[in-house]
């Protein structure tokens, strides 16, 4: 792709400011992990192979009977028994006495007993664990940190690394749904305002000043517990209320730049109002817009924290990094739930601040980096 030399120096200003360059390698590195959740923390061997055959229970659903277990039910790969079945290849000893029997395999004292071609293995994510596994911890949970869980587990024997793997990416995605929708709305709505005035920008006006009066925290909470906490109804919710952050900001670029000699030109040369709103007058307010994104990507990030640490968020059963939140603050005795919701938080709000930081001075014509 060609880059005009307007983007050239703005690529340019953007390379200059180490600081949200490195913040942009960082946080590109997390998500795009995050992404792979799956592949990271699960219950389930990512790869399997039992008597020849390979098997991803990742993200394929395969019954017991597969591995020639009794049930046609999923098979719990983390039972010994389901374990011995396919390290031995169906051997039915293992409904006897399977850690014994994988034992014995491994020693070789079952080696005429188990075909080469029958010993099956598993390969296991990083962390052995999804985000809603319970645990037997044979002590009292919340448990801290050791060898089998980085991070210890919460007060429902889960473990706490998963759930922050898997509610990174579920709260990054959702600040980007609503930030990307909200922003969308809020940039239309402002430039319609901005450029026509009269009239229209009056009445819109006043339907922003009753419309913002609404307390949406409360409305969000009504609202979900009566239709049911989801992500969709989260993020619509969210985008809903969200939107004219951006609005009045627009509005003063487009009610300033309206009277500019090239956008008089082009009304004069016959150019259609949409063509002028986004083709001329929109990247003169990028820099006041980009100035504000920031904030609503974490915003939208310390809603959905928010809700969910007031129980009217996500599911329960979702990994949510507020859930973890009120969980430290209920377990007051496990400081690491505390240290560990306070870092995820810090760490993944300061990367986006400092990312954002350097695009808002890459597109300000004022700002060169030497």
């Known amino acids: 792709m060609v880059l005009s030399p307007l983007n050239k120096r703005r690529l340019s200003n953007f390379k200059k400011n180490r600081r949200a360059v490195w913040s942009l390698w960082i946080f590109s590195i997390l998500f795009g992990l995050s992404l792979f959740a799956e592949f990271l923390a699960n219950?389930?061997?990512?790869?399997?192979?039992?008597?020849?055959e390979l098997f991803t229970p990742v993200n394929e659903f395969y019954p017991e009977t597969a591995f020639g277990g009794d049930f046609k039910t999923e098979a719990t790969y983390r039972d010994p028994e389901v374990q011995c079945l396919i390290i031995s290849g169906g051997l039915e000893i293992c409904f006897d006495d399977p850690e014994t029997t994988m034992e014995a395999i491994s020693s070789g004292e079952l080696g005429a007993e188990v075909a080469g071609f029958h010993k099956g293995w598993m390969i296991w994510p990083p962390v052995p664990y999804s985000y809603d596994t319970p645990n037997d911890l044979g002590r009292s949970a919340p448990s801290p940190p050791d060898a089998q869980h980085w991070l210890g587990t919460d007060d429902t024997t889960r473990d706490v690394l998963a759930r922050v793997i898997y509610g990174v990416r579920l709260s990054i995605l959702f600040a980007l749904v609503v930030t990307i929708c909200a922003s969308i709305i809020g940039v239309i709505a402002g430039a319609i305002q901005g450029y026509f005035g009269g009239w229209l920008d009056l009445l819109f006006q006043r339907f922003l000043e009753v419309f913002s009066a609404l307390p949406s925290l409360y409305v969000i909470i009504i609202l979900t517990a009566v239709l049911g906490r989801s992500f969709w109804l989260l993020a619509t919710l969210s985008i809903v209320f969200g939107w004219p952050a951006l609005t009045g900001l627009i509005r003063a670029e487009f009610f300033r730049a309206r009277n500019f000699e090239y956008v008089r030109a082009a009304q004069a040369l016959g150019v259609s109002n949409w063509t002028i709103m986004m083709r001329h007058i929109l990247p003169n307010a990028m820099v006041a817009t980009l100035t504000f994104l920031p904030f609503i990507v974490t915003g939208a990030i310390s809603t959905l924290a928010g809700l969910d640490f007031l129980g009217f968020g996500m599911p329960s059963s979702s990994p949510s990094l507020g859930e973890l939140t009120q969980q430290a603050?209920?377990?007051?005795?496990?400081?690491?739930?505390?240290?560990?919701?306070?870092?995820?938080?810090t760490i993944m709000l300061s990367l986006l601040v400092f990312i954002f930081e350097g695009v808002r001075d890459a597109f300000d014509p004022r700002k060169v980096f030497l």
């Open 43 to 52: 219950d389930k061997p990512i790869l399997v192979s039992y008597r020849g």
């Open 329 to 345: 603050k209920l377990n007051l005795q496990s400081p690491h739930l505390g240290f560990t919701a306070f870092f995820v938080f």
